[in-house]
């Protein structure tokens, strides 16, 4: 079968945020994902089905999982191809279009790690609390201006807006990617009035940075019909990329939800992102 994206998913359960962000010089690492090294890290995928994840507003959906996925540059160069079968790899439907995925936990602040592999031509992306995408697209060998639409961006809201990545990191279609997002949800008094906006601390797009300390005012564009909050807002959400092409994710960290869309994934705290893997882990709800 074939598809446009795939995805890894692993979430750690421990307090970060009493713990500094990396230091870019000098705690600079390159290689397996920190899930594989540092402590507490929790898969979002159970490595065999779907279990913990449904479509959005439970509506039916064509992701499966699989143990392998490629891409073929010259015969089918729009699609990734993959078997549907147990495995620790998600894939976006034989054609790489349909319902968003999300999950069925929920999450606060998070430190989250995933893997993607997409195909030419891809976007999807992934929304943190279903409400914020951090976009997936195929930015691979793009010279020009960088938008809020290029990967490793902070999509706009309905009002525009958005951050740029700083650098293109992208990889070409057909090679496994990774995205580590560090993530502070938003922070509401006693009343319910929102006190500080969300932000997204840090992003990393294969190991380079290209966000850094942006805050979010208002969900981005297609999140999820929620409120903001702890309580309404706290899914993960992967939503099928457009173009009909599957993306994969291999095993990684997060703290958050993820989300997609046109190949894209939901977590319960909505952020687009390609299927394959991510590994999450988090800290109690801010």
């Given at each position: 079968m074939i598809g446009t994206a795939a995805f890894v998913i692993v979430l750690s359960l421990n307090m970060l945020w009493s713990q500094k962000l990396p230091d870019p010089y000098h705690d600079e690492v390159h290689g397996d994902g920190p899930y594989l090294i540092d402590p507490g890290w929790r898969p979002l995928l159970n490595g065999t089905d779907l279990s913990g994840w449904r479509g959005l507003n439970d509506a039916a959906h064509e992701w499966f999982t699989s143990r392998g996925v490629v891409w073929k540059r010259v015969w089918n160069p729009k699609l990734l191809l993959a078997r549907p079968e147990a495995g620790d790899r998600i894939v976006n439907g034989e054609q790489g279009k349909t319902a968003n995925l999300v999950t069925d936990e929920k999450f606060g602040s998070l430190e989250l790690y995933l893997e993607f592999?997409?195909?030419?031509?891809?976007?999807?992306?992934?929304?943190?609390?279903?409400?914020?995408?951090?976009?997936?697209?195929?930015?691979?060998?793009?010279?020009?201006?960088?938008?809020?639409?290029?990967?490793?961006?902070?999509?706009?809201?309905?009002?525009?807006?958005?951050?740029?990545?700083?650098?293109?990191?992208?990889?070409?279609?057909?090679?496994?990617?990774s995205l580590h997002i560090w993530f502070a949800a938003p922070k509401f008094d006693v009343t319910g009035k929102k006190t500080a906006n969300a932000k997204v601390l840090r992003v990393l797009l294969n190991g380079d940075v290209v966000q850094q300390n942006v805050a979010i005012a208002e969900p981005t564009v297609s999140h999820m019909q929620i409120a903001e909050g702890r309580e309404k807002s706290d899914h993960a959400t992967r939503r099928p990329r457009s173009?009909?092409?599957?993306?994969?994710?291999?095993?990684?960290?997060?703290?958050?939800?993820?989300?997609?869309?046109?190949?894209?994934?939901?977590?319960?705290?909505a952020t687009r992102s390609s299927v394959g893997g991510d590994v999450s882990r988090t800290q109690n709800p801010v």
């Open positions: 592999l997409i195909a030419k031509g891809s976007n999807a992306g992934v929304y943190l609390h279903g409400l914020y995408e951090v976009q997936i697209f195929d930015s691979f060998g793009y010279t020009g201006p960088l938008t809020v639409g290029d990967s490793g961006g902070i999509y706009e809201s309905d009002r525009g807006g958005g951050s740029p990545p700083a650098l293109n990191a992208s990889r070409a279609p057909g090679e496994w990617q173009g009909g092409v599957p993306e994969h994710l291999r095993q990684g960290r997060s703290c958050f939800s993820i989300a997609r869309r046109s190949c894209r994934f939901l977590a319960a705290s």
